[in-house]
């Protein structure tokens, strides 16, 4: 194999462990994106097996996936799901978020209301970051609606937009909790009331209410400013050496105009953009070979890149090289891409093969 994701599922199970003595609560485990890249099938399976309450993921097609391969336990959807697809909602046993009162209405012409009867919804609530969700104004239209179309509402929830803002974060849960015993009372039942992502998780044990949805700190990604060490990489991504050269000074490098000005010795790796190592690291990331960093010079191709292997002492092709890892972690690319640690784990192509480590 030329370039492979190795996914340690001894260490989600460690970071999942971990999260459980942070809660008393329900854990869903978010696995949108694919698993946030590692692959969310054998992602869920460990899961499933380590008794996680529920799994969140944006779309239908995903969950109709898991299904089809045998994941049994609930599932809720966290993103815009289109009238045609509510059959597969029931035939999947998937659970919903209701949003808006246009989105309601949409479902309303489209599919008949036993179909709608049957659907399982979480509401979703804004309180500011004006993404997805109901707003205050919208309860009485809501309650009634609820009510003409006896739907069956099974919890409520809202997202938290920036946990180190604890004032606004304060603001935000206030809100929430307001909207929820409005809601309870006008539906005569108790909800399952979650707002926590992980850094909420980790940072707010006040606020966890019923359940909790964690997603990155599963896979290793750091939710809180702070280094939690409890919490480590579950992925390594690896590749070979392809070749290595001298290059002269005076010699050009990859596409563009990359000017050498000194003799080194040079190795291309079988990696690129399109396995969805980001281009904007080009002249900027760089690469782990026998634990020595190798930067990268010139830009990133569509599926190779040239590293500099001048300073090893001893170097060859098919020599292991790792692009991304617990000694070089997503958050440190993520800084020189200027982006986030989660872009650089959840680009990462599905074409790529994981190898389940145990
Ligand atoms: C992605 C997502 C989460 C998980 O967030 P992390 O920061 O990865 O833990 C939780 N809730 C919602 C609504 C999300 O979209």
Redesign the pocket.
Known sequence: METWLEINLKKLENNYNYIKTKTNTKICS?I?ADG?GMGSYDIAKKLEMLGTDMF?LAFVKEGERLRKKGIKKDILL?NFVSAEKLDSVIKNNLTLSLYSLEQLNLYVQKVSLEILKKIKFHIKINTGMNRLGFDKNDFPKLIKLIEKYELNILGS?C?FADVNDEEFTKKQYKEYIEFNSKLEKACNKKLIKHVC???GTLKYKAYHLDMV?????LYG?Q?LKTLDENIESIFTWKCKISNIRKVEAGERLSYGNYLLREKKTIATLPVGYAHGYMRQLSNKGYVLIKGEVCNILGDICMDQMLIDVSHLKEVEVEEEVILLGENLKPEILGELANTIA?DILCKISPRINRILIN
């Open positions: 978010v949108k946030y969140a966290l929830y997202h992502n992980s850094a949805r964690v997603g990155m700190a990604l939710p989660d």
